[in-house]
């Protein structure tokens, strides 16, 4: 009996998979549809359809049917680019109901994410070798947290899209250099993903700096500095003149404009005053400015990149970065660390009061750029290089969300499972305070506007209702006084969203039993699918 080798299999494998890098190669068109039908077969099976939207996707979607009717007045806390997206389809298939537009959002959020490996692919295939490419664009195809993008309960918020225009915008920056053309289509790119999301602005700072690095080598003309924020701007003007005449400043994000207040919790609160940054400086602490730009800025930021990315692709990508930053001086991957310095200097301040991951979800695709490259130099051109590379790509497919198929695809009409949101829409009246669900019940009404232009609160002024998220207070003798003047009604408390506002669980003593009357108590059972479980209604009597 002949005697295997080793070596003759392991030469075998990397020849065969060799011959697939190859043609796969000279495939990379078809090669990128298929990872974008791939992608978005995944999406759809993984999209929860019957289930409705919450918060800010809920919000974008009523802005989008306000749009259709010719209400372009902006939401005060976020932009309404998203909102203007779905509107065109809203008119398009003549979409009037709430839920099925619950549904197009969806759908359309998977396919903005799905289109956004087209651009991924070219970008990848500019800055690298057809095989880093290759690795790139299948790591953007399996990634869980691009697929729950546009797919999970974060499908229909502004993610897909604004990911989908900072990957345009940086395709053409980055071959800009040659083709001055390139460089008016991304700032028009970039102005587009300042109408989606208050931090586009930061792409603008992303394309000056890397004219500043042309400019170095001589590659442009001076004159792309002057001519890059004036288009920028000018075609921002709609976007920015409707802010100033709805709130009397184009830069006025509501809460997403209180970057130095001390908590996430006072962001949201109109007693709290807005401080500048000459205010913040002025009355806090070096100590303070360490705990708030770097321990809970830089610090936080690599902490979270860190539990978004896992140790594999970390690793590559710091070791990467320090390959082609600092060793190997790649100028080509100069436009993307400019981009990650930008987003992190921009965030850094404010992450803070509004750090959460998905914040830093649009620069994953450029992680796996940079991180594939350093992949398949580090595997160079030995005999087994291809069969690491292979065990990497079975380690991303292991990681993809790929079981999501086996649950096959549900598209039924969504609906408001709490009952206790239902009860209220029906028989509530007046002003209502309620810390997290208002949501809810306004799906209920038929008076559907936003109405008070404020994403935290619900307005259905034909039906009298207004609720809103109760302020901070030390004591609920204070916020009671306010109650009265305010004319509240109706207090709502569920026993998780209550500890946002902990005054409020004095409601239950004793003592404020003859302001506070329960009127309804609602509970989930353990097979309802409510968006919050419990709910207690109180009648205030002053």
Request: glycine letters at 6%.
């Amino acid at each position: 009996m002949k005697k295997v080798n080793v070596f003759d299999v392991t030469n075998y494998i990397n020849n065969k998979l060799e011959n697939i890098l190859s043609y796969l190669s000279s495939k990379y068109i078809w090669f990128t549809v298929l990872c974008f039908l791939f992608m978005v077969t995944i999406m759809a099976f993984a999209t929860p359809f019957g289930t409705v939207l919450r918060e800010d996707a809920y919000v974008y979607l009523l802005k989008g049917f306000e749009i259709t009717e010719g209400n372009w007045v902006p939401a005060r806390s976020h932009s309404i680019g998203w909102s203007i997206f779905l509107a065109f389809f809203l008119k398009l298939f003549a979409i009037q109901s709430l839920f099925s537009g619950m549904i197009l959002s969806r759908i359309l959020s998977i396919l903005v994410v799905g289109f956004s490996i087209f651009p991924f692919s070219g970008l990848a295939n500019k800055l690298t070798d057809k095989r880093s490419a290759i690795i790139a664009v299948l790591a953007f195809a399996l990634s869980p947290i691009l697929i729950r993008t546009g797919s999970s309960q974060w499908s229909g918020y502004s993610e897909p899209i604004f990911i989908l225009l900072v990957i345009s915008t940086m395709y053409f920056l980055a071959d800009s250099g040659n083709k001055p053309v390139n460089l008016v289509i991304a700032t028009t790119l970039a102005s587009l993903s300042y109408y989606v999301r208050p931090n586009g602005i930061f792409m603008l700072g992303v394309i000056v700096l890397y004219l500043l690095f042309l400019l170095w080598h001589r590659k442009i003309n001076w004159a792309f500095l002057l001519l890059v924020p004036c288009l920028f701007f000018l075609l921002s003007l709609p976007h920015l003149y409707t802010r100033y005449e709805a709130f009397g400043s184009a830069f006025d994000f509501g809460k997403n404009s209180q970057y130095f207040v001390d908590s996430h919790a006072q962001a949201s609160l109109k007693n709290v005053p807005t401080p500048s940054i000459a205010n913040y400086l002025r009355t806090h602490s070096i100590g303070d400015y360490y705990r708030k730009f770097i321990y809970n800025g830089l610090f936080k930021i690599a902490n979270q990149f860190y539990s978004i990315l896992g140790q594999v692709w970390l690793l590559l990508f710091f070791l990467g970065s320090v390959k082609y930053l600092i060793l190997d001086r790649f100028s080509k991957f100069y436009v993307l660390f400019i981009l990650f310095f930008v987003f992190v200097a921009g965030l850094a301040p404010v992450f803070e009061i509004y750090g959460i991951p998905r914040h830093l979800y649009v620069l994953l695709p450029f992680v796996f750029i940079i991180s594939s490259k350093f992949l398949i130099d580090l595997t160079g051109a030995g005999s087994r290089n291809n069969i690491l590379v292979l065990s990497f790509v079975l380690l991303l497919l292991y990681h993809s969300p790929l079981r999501s198929i086996m649950s096959g695809i549900n598209i039924t009409t969504p609906k408001v499972q709490d009952e206790w949101a239902v009860w209220a829409a029906d028989n509530l009246r007046g002003n209502i305070a309620i810390v997290e669900g208002n949501d809810l019940i306004k799906m209920n009404l038929i008076d559907k506007k936003i109405g008070n232009k404020n994403l935290l609160n619900l307005s259905a002024e034909q039906l009298g209702i207004y609720a809103f998220r109760p302020f901070s207070y030390n004591r609920l003798e204070v916020a009671l006084q306010d109650f009265k003047k305010m004319k509240v009604s109706y207090l709502m408390l569920d026993t998780e969203n209550i500890k946002r506002r902990r005054y409020l669980y004095e409601v239950y003593n004793t003592e404020w039993s003859r302001h506070f009357i329960l009127v309804r108590s609602f509970k989930s059972g353990p097979k309802d699918k409510w968006e919050i479980k419990d709910m207690d209604i109180f009648k205030i009597a002053y």
